[in-house]
């Protein structure tokens, strides 16, 4: 079936640096790339998108890298916040059209 | 404030019971989902909505149903049928759904215990 690998359950970085979250998905035909932010006890919160006729997208302060030909997608924070400490999930669009979900990589910030 | 609202926050649920999870959104999407997430794992897809008056299941169906009477609201029930209720669970709503790529939003989710 349709996955997410590459998963690292647990992230730490220190406060100020920047930070790389890194998914590999199965479908090379899927055409369609999110990331999600979820806090405890809350539901995701969506960061940034991508298609696959990109290879690199910018929000504030995130960064969403696609590399088709290994099937790879990255997840890159800038100057990293005790904020942004939380759950990151990466997900694709599968086969039939619905979204395929890594496990997702807890983000822990360093004082 | 435009958003998804998910209820109760916490559920509890005895043997032999179905219960019922509301999911209510105000962004005027067509399109509507229900996810379970369990400790470590991803969300699993339950069931989902494109449109009023029809959805699809999901990759773990069994033991849940929907309905989609109204454009706003797709409320869950896990049936006595789910042996293994405890999860979390998320309702999410899209602009629209299937081949066109948008974003999901969720709501806060429902956590739900067995009693």
């Known amino acids: 079936g349709e996955s997410v690998g590459l998963h690292l359950p647990t992230l730490s970085v220190q406060e100020g640096d920047n930070s790389i979250i890194n998914c590999a998905y199965s479908?090379?035909?899927?055409?369609?790339f999110i990331w999600y932010k979820q806090e405890s006890g809350k539901g995701p919160q969506f960061i940034i998108d991508?298609?696959?006729n990109m290879d690199k997208r910018q929000g504030q302060r995130v960064t969403v890298l696609l590399n088709k030909t290994v099937k790879h997608l990255s997840l890159q924070i800038a100057a990293t916040q005790p904020g942004d400490s939380a759950v990151y999930f990466c997900?694709?669009?599968?086969?039939?059209?619905?979204?395929?979900w890594g496990a997702g990589t807890k983000l822990i910030i360093k004082p | 404030d435009g958003g998804i609202t998910q209820s109760p926050k916490y559920l509890f649920r005895k043997e032999g019971q179905n219960v019922t999870l509301s999911c209510e959104q105000n962004?005027?999407?067509?399109?509507m989902y229900w996810y379970r997430q369990d400790p470590g794992q991803g969300l699993r897809l339950i069931y989902y909505?494109?449109?009023?008056?029809?959805?699809q299941k999901g990759d773990i169906a069994e033991g849940y149903s929907v309905s989609r009477e109204k454009k706003e609201s797709f409320p869950l029930t896990v049936t006595s049928a789910q042996k293994n209720p405890t999860a979390f669970y998320l309702c999410a709503s899209s602009t629209t759904g299937g081949i066109t790529n948008q974003p999901q939003h969720f709501g806060d989710g429902t956590r739900l215990s067995i009693l």
């Open positions: 997900a694709f669009k599968g086969s039939n059209y619905q979204l395929i």
């Open positions: 909505s494109q449109i009023v008056n029809d959805f």
């Open positions: 962004l005027n999407h067509d399109a």
């Open positions: 991508i298609r696959s």
């Open positions: 479908n090379s035909a899927s055409d369609y």
